[in-house]
C-alpha cells in the first residue's frame, strides 16, 4: 500500500439592521492585554495547494493531505497528541461533512483514540469556524488545547449537483437565492449599485499572481508550507514519487492584456472570468490553539493571539459582501479600526467582491493579501480559513513588532465571516 509522507520543516457597514450577527459570540479580551485565559495560537502548517483534478495532489485523498498537516504541527513544537482537547475539521464536500474522513486522518496521524475529533461545514469559512469552535471549548474551560484544521479535495468531489433538498425550496424567495450559483455575484452587486467594473477586477487579479510569485519566489511561504510526499500519476498513466513544496496555481507571466482576453464564465455580458476568480484547489491546514496559562506552562512558543471573532448574514444574493459586513463586527470587539489593522487576509473568492469590500471598507490596498490571495493560490474551500490563518500570522511575525491582522471571507447562501489576531511581537 502506497504511504504519503511528510517532511516537516521550520517552524457592508456595521450596524445595519439589514444585517444579522452571530449572537453567540465570546470576549476574546482587549487588543494589547494579557490574561492567563487568553486563546493563543501556538502554531500552524499547511500544505501547498494543488490545481483540481490536474494538479500534485489530484491522486492525494483529503485524509493523506489532513494528516500530513495534523502530524506536523505538533511534531514541529514537540507536543505529543494525549496534550489535546479535541480536533475540530473543516470541511465542505466529502460524504458526511467529512467526519469519516477527518477520524481515519486523526488515526493515520497517530493521534489515540481517546481524543476526539469532529468535523464542521460553514463553506468557505468552514477551517475558520473551526477554529472558532476550539476557542470557544477553550473560553468555557472544557478544553486547554486544541486542533483547528481544515481540507478539500475539489478533485475528488464535484459542487455541481446540490444534493436532496426541499421540495418546497422553490416557495420561499431567500430559500431560492441560497442556490445561486457564486459566479452570479458580480450581476447582483450592479443591479444593486455596488458593481466592480471589469478592468478593476482584472487588475485586482493581476496584482494577486504579482503578490504571490513575488512571495513564493523569495521564499516567504517556505515556512508555512509542509512539503508533502505523495503520488502522482501522469497522462500517460505512470506514477510518481513527487514532493510537493509549492503552490501549483501561481501564474508569474500573468499580464493584464491576458487576463482582459478571458471570456465571462457565468454570463456573456458577466464580468466574472477563469482568471479573475478563485481556483478549485486542493490542499490542507491546521492551527494548534491554546490557552495562554497552558500553553506558557508547557513551554510552546506564541505565534499570536484570537482578539476578536464574528460571523453575520447577509442576502444569499449578494453574498460576497460579507467580509464588509464582518469585518466591522469584529474590529468593534477588539476596540481597533481598520487604521489599527496592519494585514487584511480578504479571501479572493471572485474579485468582484472582493474589490468591493475592500473599497467600501476604505482598506489601503497595500495591506490586503500582500502575499496575494487565492485568486492566485487557489480555494480549497474546507481549506482556506486555516491556510489564511497561517500566512496571517507568518506575515507578522516577519514584521517583527507587534501588529494586528483580520481574516475575513464571504461565505456561500449569504455569511461573512472575520477574525482579528493579535502577533505580541518578538
Do not use: W
Amino acid at each position: 500500500m502506497y504511504r504519503l509522507r511528510i517532511i516537516s520543516g521550520h517552524l457592508a457597514p456595521s450596524g445595519s439592521s439589514n444585517y444579522t450577527r452571530d449572537l453567540s459570540r465570546t470576549d476574546c479580551g482587549s487588543a494589547g492585554s494579557r490574561s492567563p485565559d487568553d486563546v493563543v495560537v501556538v502554531h500552524g502548517r499547511r500544505t501547498a495547494i494543488g490545481k483540481a483534478k490536474r494538479g500534485s495532489f489530484k491522486d492525494t485523498t483529503p485524509d493523506e493531505l489532513l494528516s500530513a498537516v495534523m502530524t506536523a504541527v505538533l511534531a514541529d513544537v514537540g507536543l505529543s497528541p494525549d496534550k489535546l482537547g479535541d480536533v475540530c475539521v473543516g470541511n465542505v464536500l466529502q460524504p458526511g461533512a467529512g467526519a469519516v474522513m477527518a477520524r481515519v486522518a486523526h488515526f493515520l496521524s497517530g493521534f489515540p483514540e481517546t481524543v476526539p475529533v469532529y468535523a464542521v461545514n460553514r463553506q468557505c469559512s468552514s477551517s475558520l469556524q473551526a477554529l472558532f469552535n476550539i476557542a470557544g471549548a477553550i473560553r468555557s474551560s472544557s478544553i486547554d488545547l486544541g486542533l483547528a484544521c481544515g481540507v478539500e479535495s475539489m478533485t475528488l468531489r464535484s459542487t455541481d449537483k446540490p444534493g436532496d433538498l426541499s421540495s418546497r425550496l422553490t416557495d420561499h424567495d431567500k430559500a431560492r437565492d441560497c442556490l445561486i450559483p457564486m459566479g452570479i455575484l458580480s450581476h447582483h452587486l450592479r443591479e444593486r449599485g455596488g458593481g466592480v467594473s471589469r478592468e478593476k477586477q482584472d487588475a485586482f487579479a493581476l496584482s494577486s499572481h504579482q503578490k504571490a510569485a513575488r512571495a513564493q519566489s523569495s521564499g516567504l511561504f517556505d515556512h508555512e508550507i509542509l512539503p508533502v510526499t505523495t503520488r502522482f500519476v501522469d497522462d500517460e498513466g505512470k506514477e510518481h514519487e513527487v514532493t510537493v513544496r509549492k503552490d501549483d496555481g501561481i501564474r508569474p507571466g500573468t499580464t493584464l492584456a491576458g487576463l482582459g482576453k478571458l471570456r465571462p464564465a457565468f454570463k456573456p455580458y458577466g464580468s466574472s472570468t477563469a482568471g479573475n476568480s478563485s481556483q478549485v484547489s486542493d490542499g490542507a491546514a491546521a492551527v494548534l490553539v491554546g490557552r495562554r496559562s497552558v500553553v506558557e506552562a508547557l513551554g510552546l512558543p506564541v505565534l499570536g493571539v484570537l482578539r476578536a471573532s464574528a460571523v453575520v448574514g447577509v442576502p444569499p444574493e449578494v453574498m460576497g459582501i460579507g467580509p464588509a459586513v464582518a469585518i466591522p463586527v469584529a474590529l468593534e470587539q477588539a476596540g481597533l479600526t481598520v487604521a489599527d489593522i496592519d494585514v487584511f487576509e480578504i479571501n479572493e473568492a471572485f474579485a468582484s467582491q472582493a474589490v468591493y469590500c475592500v473599497e467600501k471598507l476604505g482598506i489601503p490596498e497595500e495591506k490586503v493579501n500582500p502575499n496575494g490571495g487565492a485568486i492566485a493560490l487557489g480555494h480549497p474551500l474546507g481549506c482556506t480559513g486555516a491556510r489564511q490563518v497561517v500566512t496571517l500570522l507568518h506575515e507578522l511575525r516577519r514584521r517583527g513588532r507587534r501588529a494586528f491582522g483580520v481574516v475575513s471571507m464571504c461565505i456561500g447562501t449569504g455569511m461573512g465571516a472575520a477574525a482579528v489576531f493579535e502577533y505580541p511581537g518578538p
